[in-house]
């Protein structure tokens, strides 16, 4: 098992990593938009833009991309971000397509909108 953080990010400030790696697989944490720097009251857009700048950080540390992801779960702060997320979603995999589930929640802490967890293939 290995424990994977970004140089490019600050470190977590909970008592998690931000990646695993174990058995060929890399685990990454929930993503939230990078605080202090994204805004809770900042479009989906840019929420999710800063999302999957990170998760793409901590894929880089690991060895991977986004082509490795095979499975995404995404939490939404509301269904009505749905057709939103799916736009946004298909322009950073393109043709890619791993798994995903979204699951729609009353909140997500600090007043976010989105929250992102990866699980990719280390090759």
Known sequence: MEFIQSSELPAPAGHYSQAVAAGGLVFLSGILPAQGVVAPDASFEAQCDSVFAQCEQVLRAAGCGFGEVVQCTAYLAGVEYWPAF??????????????????????????????IQLVAERR
């Open 86 to 115: 799916n736009g946004i979603y298909a322009r950073v995999f393109g043709a890619h397509k791993p798994a995903r589930a979204v699951v729609p929640v009353p909140n997500l802490h600090h007043g976010y909108l989105v929250e």
